[in-house]
Each structure stands twice: as structure tokens, then as C-alpha cells.
């Protein structure tokens, strides 16, 4: 017996949800930039960015490998409109604090409980350390397409 067919990650990336070459004064500007991404993509409400920051503000989403995974707390959950996800790419870094420097923010959006089955999927690819490599050093969205396709 099989379990359910998982919906590949990405069919939660939009036309425009991958932008690459970026740059962010702090964390929280990276964090904005990522809701934004996500309100263009027709996923969340404004209100969403805001319930990013609040998370941000009180727990790091930094899981290291350079990557952060923003996303909102279980008040903005009524803010969205479907689970989406959006890939920003920062090259030069983003000070995510305790020394730690993030060049990939991984926002993401989900029903309330849905945020925790798509981190769940993208540690599988932060664990293995060709594929998170290959995620840091994208420089084209066709890359983060292929990287998630599987």
C-alpha cells in the first residue's frame, strides 16, 4: 500500500517566484521582501507579511546551510489563500544574526498545520549537502525549478 501522491514543490512556485540576484539591508527587509513575493503571487494577503515579521521577531528562521525559511505565524494563517512558495535568492548575503548569513530565504505560505509538511520537504533536500549546495549557488530560476521538481 502507498501513501498519498505528494504535489511536487513546484507546483507551489508561481511564474515570478523565483527572483534571484537580490539584496536586503537586514533580515526583517529579506523577510518583507519574501511576504511581498507572496502577496504578488496572489497567495496571501497583506496582512501575512506583517504575521512574517512577527515570527521573525521572535524565533530566527534561519535552519543554516545559508538558507532561512520565513513564513507567518498561526495568526496570519486567515491571511492565506492557498500554500505557496517563493524562492529569493540574496548572493551576497544576509546578516541573519549569530553569525550566521543567509543567501536564500525560502518563503512560504500554507494552511494552518501546512507550514510544517513543506519545511519537512525542503530539509530533505538541506540535508544532503550537493543539493543544498545547488540551491546556495543557483544563479537561474530554472535551477531552483529542477532542484525542486523531484
Known amino acids: 500500500m502507498t501513501g498519498p501522491t505528494r504535489t511536487p514543490l513546484t507546483e507551489l512556485l508561481g511564474e515570478s517566484s523565483i527572483r534571484l540576484g537580490l539584496s536586503a539591508t537586514d533580515r526583517f527587509d529579506a523577510v518583507a521582501q519574501c511576504g511581498e513575493a507572496l502577496v504578488a503571487s496572489g497567495a496571501v494577503d497583506e496582512a501575512y507579511v506583517e504575521s512574517m515579521l ?16 520565513p513564513h507567518g505565524t498561526s495568526s496570519g494563517k486567515d491571511s492565506v489563500k492557498r500554500s505557496a512558495m517563493v524562492v529569493l535568492g540574496f548572493p551576497d ?14 518563503g512560504i505560505a500554507a494552511p494552518a498545520g501546512g507550514h510544517v509538511g513543506l519545511v519537512a520537504r525542503l530539509a530533505e533536500i538541506l540535508l544532503d549537502p550537493d ?20
Open 54 to 69: 512577527e515570527r521573525e521577531r521572535a524565533v530566527t528562521t534561519f535552519i543554516g546551510e545559508g538558507v532561512a525559511i
Open 93 to 106: 548575503g544576509v546578516d541573519w544574526g549569530d553569525g550566521e548569513r543567509a543567501t536564500v530565504c525560502i
Open 131 to 150: 543539493l543544498a549546495e545547488r540551491l546556495r549557488t543557483a544563479r537561474e530560476p530554472e535551477q531552483i525549478t529542477a532542484l525542486f521538481a523531484a
